[in-house]
């Protein structure tokens, strides 16, 4: 689409903007107009436009467990982490915007004396995403503690409250895969009574076994789900490809399921890292490893 039409359509987005700029991993094309919505509203109202004209419309969330490749993504991009950040507290009952970083939730919600999502401080996402992927860490995950998710439905322009026994949460699935235009809006989970103390103790903990585990440079996170009855950086390492590299990008000493990037990495080396590694582990260990990063954009 011309660009003229979309600075028409959405004036407030910004045009042609590198989008590694807004990934974890550094990596990625130009978005033809990435919008930072103030609110929900604004956010519909963006996404109801794009309907209207045809314009394709992708959602980012943290910018992390992604992979925008190299050419860029058409249309509009919204993102979330610095809009809808609001967070309600009632009881032991909370309401979460899908812009909300689930680490920032979990020191919230624990500082708060609320018990269940001291997990999420694991999780570099942000509410909407953990919905999506049914993130977890730590042996807990988001669909132990989640009540609802407000999913604003384009092709009936409404906006329904979808209870966890109707989404279809399993390992880092759920029924949003099926339906990539449904937009979380907002989620609430149902915690339990904790003491703070105890509760910013075990995060601390947890924090200290990821920054042991992890390496120190961009990555998206998790490169690869878990295969059943193993971890994907144990085969990954069984089967000899620690340092593997291809450009800039390599599979971590410190952790194999994490591929870093040295600076300059493009999704282009990445894919092509990714595809060895696959190769490699079914080849030497009969294992089938999936992705858990999301591929977007355009080569």
């Known amino acids: 689409m011309h660009k003229r039409t979309l600075q028409r359509l959405f004036p407030g987005a910004k045009f042609d903007e590198p989008l590694r700029r807004y990934t974890a991993w550094k990596i990625g094309g130009p978005a033809d107009a990435l919008l930072e919505p103030l609110g929900a509203d604004e956010l519909v109202e963006a996404v109801e436009t794009a309907r209207e004209y045809d314009v394709p419309v992708t959602i980012l969330g943290g910018g992390t467990n992604v992979l925008i490749l190299d050419g860029g993504i058409r249309g509009l991009t919204v993102r979330l982490a610095r809009a809808l950040t609001d967070v309600t507290i009632e009881g032991t009952s909370v309401t979460a915007d899908a812009g909300v970083l689930y680490p920032v939730l979990a020191?919230?919600?624990?500082?708060?004396?609320?018990?269940?999502?001291?997990?999420?401080?694991?999780?570099?996402?942000?509410?909407?995403?953990?919905?999506?992927?049914?993130?977890?860490?730590?042996?807990?995950?988001?669909?132990?503690?989640?009540?609802?998710?407000?999913?604003?439905?384009?092709?009936?322009?409404?906006?329904e409250r979808v209870p966890n026994a109707r989404l279809g949460l399993s390992y880092r699935r759920s029924a949003l895969h099926e339906h990539p235009d449904w937009v979380v809006l907002r989620a609430a989970y149902e915690l339990a009574d904790g003491e703070p103390g105890e509760l910013k103790a075990r995060i601390k903990e947890f924090r200290a076994q990821r920054m042991n585990g992890s390496p120190n440079r961009p990555s998206c996170g998790s490169t690869f789900k878990r295969p059943e009855g193993d971890y994907p950086g144990r085969v990954?390492?069984?089967?000899?490809?620690?340092?593997?590299?291809?450009?800039?990008?390599?599979?971590?000493?410190?952790?194999?399921?994490?591929?870093?990037?040295?600076?300059?990495?493009?999704?282009?080396?990445?894919?092509?890292?990714?595809?060895?590694?696959?190769?490699?582990?079914?080849?030497?260990?009969?294992?089938?490893?999936?992705?858990?990063?999301?591929?977007?954009?355009?080569?």
């Open 107 to 159: 020191n919230t919600t624990a500082g708060r004396g609320l018990a269940g999502l001291e997990f999420a401080s694991g999780v570099p996402g942000t509410v909407g995403g953990s919905v999506y992927m049914n993130a977890g860490a730590y042996g807990s995950d988001t669909s132990e503690v989640l009540s609802w998710a407000d999913v604003y439905k384009p092709e009936t322009g409404a906006v």
């Open 236 to 299: 990954i390492e069984a089967a000899g490809l620690k340092g593997t590299r291809v450009g800039q990008i390599e599979v971590s000493p410190v952790h194999a399921n994490y591929f870093v990037n040295h600076g300059g990495g493009t999704a282009r080396d990445a894919l092509q890292l990714i595809e060895q590694v696959e190769e490699t582990v079914f080849e030497r260990l009969g294992v089938e490893l999936e992705l858990e990063v999301k591929i977007l954009g355009e080569p």
